[in-house]
């Protein structure tokens, strides 16, 4: 009997071992699978992530979850690197076909407490009244929702974001809204970024060739964006600004392919437990940074000196500029306020901006190059504007 109760003692105290400290989880919240416009298979896809150390991602096909029956063809060599690493037991095909996993049997195959979660989403994918593409992603979403069609391009957000909320509170589910590659056919306004009342995150860094985040002779680029839209929330609006997110968007998963390939981009969230709500949640907060390799030990303001002051991970003979850019009091857009080389960069508030925020670059290349960007980098939020 004791031996019993002592059992049930270590069981309980196994459970219970108070809370774990707060960690980095590192995730891709945008990735094409055979359920859209991607080339692969969604388990192929999620094994992919799981095995480059990624803890958690979502899947997101245009205007679908990855439910219900769909059979495929499939040409090439998928089917057979498909069975060689599932097994032909998991793969069913019939007369040239084969039936895609939907997300709850890819999940039971890829999950793994603590170590790799999945989150469903749909890339909500339409164009507006007047004419702009608009592509927007709805994160742990529990129904298939249409693209709403409103009249100009911020209704047209405003519209589906409502319509996610909605479906997020009729299910019972945390669902997080964002605005996709801004710069994508030159879809997306800063003006409309700002015009919508409970948006909270816009990608800045998509990894993609060819959408356009750099910008170009006529166009800003996604960041500089970021910062306008950021300024005229915070102005004319009396707003909160967006957060920033770098995301995969990978459709291009079979070898030789390179405009949309995994691994250039992701979000690291600093989170006491791999779960949606606790994942959600911190970054709803502003806990996290996007990178495209740049890894950080730490990001910290202190409310009280005012101060933002980051913590940067490298390697031997790897160097570091951080820019501190913030909006100015007055100011429309985002100026550099302060460069600081080394892998401690602080930068105290003066007093005269409406918020600062840091990009970190590497001296070194990412490790899936892109055409868009030579460098590794890292974009911590914005802070000090409460
Ligand atoms: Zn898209
Ligand atoms: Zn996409």
Do not use: C
């Not at 459970?15 to 990735?31: A, D, I, S, V």
């Not at 800063?190 to 006529?218: K, R, S, Y």
């Amino acid at each position: 009997m004791i031996w019993l109760a002592f059992g049930i003692l270590l069981t309980w105290a196994g459970l219970g071992q108070g809370r774990p400290e707060e960690r980095w989880w590192k995730g891709n919240l945008h990735t094409h699978s055979f359920w859209s416009d991607g080339d692969e298979f969604p388990e192929m896809v999620a094994d992919w992530y799981r095995e480059h150390g990624y803890h958690f991602l979502t899947l997101s096909d245009h205007n679908v979850l990855s439910v219900g029956e769909k059979w495929i063809k499939v040409g090439g060599d998928a089917l057979l690197r498909y069975e060689a690493k599932f097994g032909k037991d998991w793969v069913e095909a019939r007369r040239g076909e084969v039936r895609l996993k939907t997300f709850d049997e890819v999940r039971s195959r890829v999950e793994e407490r603590d170590r790799f979660l999945m989150m469903p989403s749909e890339e909500i994918t339409g164009r507006s009244g007047d004419g702009r593409d608009i592509h927007m992603n709805a994160t742990n979403l529990g129904e298939v929702l249409p693209v709403e069609v409103g009249g100009t391009l911020a209704d047209t957000i405003v519209r589906n974001q409502q319509a996610v909320m909605a479906s997020a509170k009729r299910t019972g589910r945390p669902v997080m809204f964002h605005v996709n590659h801004p710069n994508y056919k030159w879809g997306v306004s800063a003006d409309a970024l700002a015009a919508v009342a409970d948006l909270q995150f816009v990608e800045i860094w998509n990894g993609v060739d060819n959408d356009n985040d750099p910008g170009d002779a006529t166009h800003i680029s996604s960041e500089a964006m970021w910062d306008v839209a950021n300024a005229l929330r915070m102005t004319q609006y009396g707003r909160g600004p967006l957060y920033g997110l770098a995301t995969d968007d990978a459709h291009d998963h079979q070898p030789g392919k390179t405009r949309a390939i995994p691994g250039r981009a992701w979000v690291m969230v600093k989170a006491r437990f791999l779960s949606t709500e606790s994942l959600l949640n911190a970054m709803s907060s502003g806990e996290f940074y996007a990178s495209s390799g740049v890894r950080l030990k730490d990001v910290r303001f202190d409310r009280e000196a005012r101060r933002l002051d980051l913590a940067i991970e490298g390697v031997a003979g790897e160097k570091f500029v951080t820019k501190f850019v913030g909006v100015k009091k007055g100011g429309k857009a985002g100026v550099v306020l302060a460069e600081v080389a080394g892998t401690n960069p602080s930068y105290a508030m003066r007093g005269d901006e409406l918020y600062v925020r840091a990009v970190v670059s590497s001296s070194l290349t990412p490790e899936v190059p892109s055409q868009e960007d030579p460098y590794q980098r890292a974009w911590t939020q914005p802070v000090g504007w409460r």
